[in-house]
């Protein structure tokens, strides 16, 4: 993967910044909290598995993405599945995928998918929408030596990824980009 670079207007080069998204919980709420949900059925080893996906999160995602000059990529358990299953049925292309099989040591309570996170951002500063965020993994990540600005966007499983979220997104996004950073 490339690292896109910016040059702000003193001519300093800043790395874009990444939007880290969740499946589970964030674009698949537990319930069908909205009418623009859509059902689907994923078939994993045979068996069928319900999913509920919001098509215009593509389009908020990419809009996003496209206004605050950041870069999106997957931080899920679904891996490259992301790619297949969920991506096209709401409108969005093929992204990076955070690897989550390396074998990393994770502290206590800390989510495992934490300590991939830490080791794949190298420095470049993050948003991340997920469910499962704690106060230890963002103790991790701020003790970390190569995670460098972040910000995490706890979702509520049962609603998952709303306005709100992505306003809070797009505001940080754009005050560090505002600053220089
Ligand atoms: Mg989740």
């Given at each position: 993967m490339a690292l896109t670079e910016a040059g702000g207007e003193d001519g300093a080069m800043a790395i874009s910044p990444l939007v880290l998204l969740d499946v589970?919980?964030?674009?698949?709420?537990?319930?069908?909290?909205?009418?623009?949900f859509r059902r689907h059925t994923y078939v994993l080893d045979g068996r069928p598995h319900p999913l509920l996906l919001d098509p215009s999160h593509g389009r908020a995602l990419l809009a996003l993405a496209r206004d605050t000059g950041a870069e999106l990529a997957w931080a899920t358990t679904w891996s490259e599945d992301a790619n297949r299953e969920i991506g096209p049925r709401i409108g969005l292309p093929l992204l990076p995928v955070v690897p989550l099989d390396a074998d990393t040591p994770v502290p206590a309570e800390v989510h495992p998918k934490t300590v991939h996170v830490a080791e794949y951002v190298r420095g470049r500063p993050f948003v991340w929408f997920d469910d499962n965020h704690g106060e230890a993994d963002r103790e991790y990540l701020r003790a970390h030596a190569d995670v460098g600005d972040f910000l995490l966007v706890d979702v509520d499983s049962r609603n998952g990824l709303g306005a709100g979220h992505l306003d809070t997104a797009r505001d940080w996004l754009t005050a560090r980009a505002s600053m220089g950073a």
């Open positions: 589970d919980g964030v674009l698949n709420p537990s319930r069908r909290s909205s009418p623009r």
